[in-house]
């Protein structure tokens, strides 16, 4: 016979399992942050005291400018005001990578219901976007990531990009809302099938008027389903959405594994982009779903312009897959080669840099650095607009060149003085990531 857990019991493990972040502090480097800002109010407290319009930033000191933005959200299933607690470990991952961070905190389902955690969120986004040019945050480069009800909050922010009634007025306004990629973890979605798809061994009852869901948008949900439904991620789902990676973990007692089929379902259906991670034997936990022992089990589904792809083991849960997806969406580039080459004469010399995407994702706006290795001054470029401090070099494109396609290539070029030694730079970076050199 299956032992009855108490609902209270369940309820209380769920609160404490959903308002875990998931990643151990010893599982990620650490923090490469030249400055954090915590607490920076995005609208006023609502209600006074409450910390849900709060957000930290965390801006890394190595990379180049302006930076994508990574935003998080941890989830709490809704009862947490502080959703931005995690982000400092999320940072330690992003930061070295060139990537800006923002925790960003939401009202509880305590505090107000559904729509205002949205609304919060687009709220936290405006403002984040007006303020990118004293942050040195790229306004056209940002990227959303939460886990559970976070990963809902994320998954909403994703779909419902120009969606009027979900905009709200929460602080900064006239300003876009949108994102450029999402990546969610363990998400509910359709919160009138979860009790149905709970595993045989039990679950939650989210049917009850006292489960998160049921608080969160105010009523028993099987009693409102026209409210549950503007809830619902996959009620947003289009084919102009953003690129959405989720993962899910098979054996999740908290939010049902079908979850994320059904949303992966509806993005296939509308023609939508989207890659669906489901990990064997993972509970609702970002340290079972990216444990090493399940690498080449999980089930990879990936599906864009109506078609598919299904693949086992073809995507493992890893950051730096992770970091490989979100510059994709943000079309930051995922692999490169440069070809560097020059002509020399007395003291001088003349070069050129073809960089050549051998992603699977476009480029849209590039920058490539590099450090001399001798005294090499450049004096003149085309191409680029191109400046030097020191030994280092950072040349950006010249807006006619600045997008390349996969297996495509664009190119710059330089006048330079040089005496002793020119030798070539030891490393190319495109949109700060590592270019394999090629021989001339």
Not at 100 to 120: E, I, K, L, M, Y
Request: charged residues 10%; glycine residues 12%.
């Amino acid at each position: 016979m299956q032992a009855r857990i108490p609902r209270a019991v369940i309820v209380g493990m769920a609160m404490t399992v959903l308002a875990a972040l998931g990643v151990s502090a010893a599982s990620v480097p650490p923090a490469h942050a030249a400055q954090v800002i915590t607490d920076i109010a995005y609208a006023p407290a609502q209600p006074s005291g409450s910390k849900g319009h709060l957000l930290d930033l965390y801006l890394p000191s190595t990379g180049i400018t302006p930076r994508p933005l990574l935003i998080w959200h941890s989830g709490s299933a809704w009862t947490s005001d502080n959703g931005k607690e995690g982000a400092d470990e999320i940072a330690a991952v992003f930061n070295p990578l060139g990537f800006a961070v923002a925790g960003v905190s939401v009202r509880s389902s305590g505090q107000a219901t559904f729509p205002a955690q949205v609304h919060d969120i687009k709220g936290a986004i405006r403002w984040l976007r007006a303020n990118a040019a004293t942050y040195q945050l790229d306004p056209n480069r940002f990227a959303i990531m939460g886990d559970s009800s976070g990963g809902w909050l994320t998954e909403m922010a994703t779909f419902s990009g120009g969606v009027t009634a979900l905009e709200g007025t929460v602080g900064t306004t006239g300003v876009s809302s949108n994102v450029q990629v999402g990546l969610a973890f363990y998400s509910p979605t359709d919160f009138l099938q979860m009790n149905a798809q709970n595993l045989p061994t039990g679950g939650l009852d989210h049917n009850s008027p006292a489960s998160p869901e049921s608080l969160l948008v105010g009523c028993p949900i099987q009693t409102c389903p026209d409210k549950v439904a503007q809830a619902n991620p996959m009620t947003y789902v289009d084919a102009n959405d953003p690129p959405l990676l989720f993962l899910h973990g098979q054996a999740d007692f908290l939010v049902p594994h079908g979850q994320s089929v059904l949303l992966y379902n509806r993005i296939k259906a509308q023609c939508g982009t989207g890659t669906f991670v489901s990990v064997p034997g993972a509970d609702h936990m970002k340290v079972q779903i990216m444990d090493p022992a399940h690498y080449g089990t999980e089930t990879v589904r990936t599906t864009t312009g109506c078609g598919e792809t299904v693949g086992t083991g073809t995507l493992n849960a890893t950051w730096a897959n992770f970091a490989t997806f979100l510059r994709g969406g943000l079309k930051l580039g995922t692999s490169c080669e440069v070809t560097y080459s020059t002509g020399v004469w007395n003291g001088a010399f003349n070069g050129s840099v073809v960089i050549r995407n051998t992603g699977t994702t476009p480029i849209s706006g590039w920058t490539v650095t590099w450090t001399w290795s001798g005294n090499q001054q450049i004096t003149s470029a085309w191409n680029a607009t191109v400046t030097q401090t020191g030994a280092q070099v950072v040349a950006r494109d010249a807006g006619h060149n600045s997008y390349i396609g996969p297996g495509s290539s664009q190119s710059l070029g330089f006048s330079a003085t040089a005496t002793g030694t020119n030798d070539i730079p030891a490393q190319f970076k495109v949109n700060n990531l590592a270019c394999t050199r090629v021989p001339a």
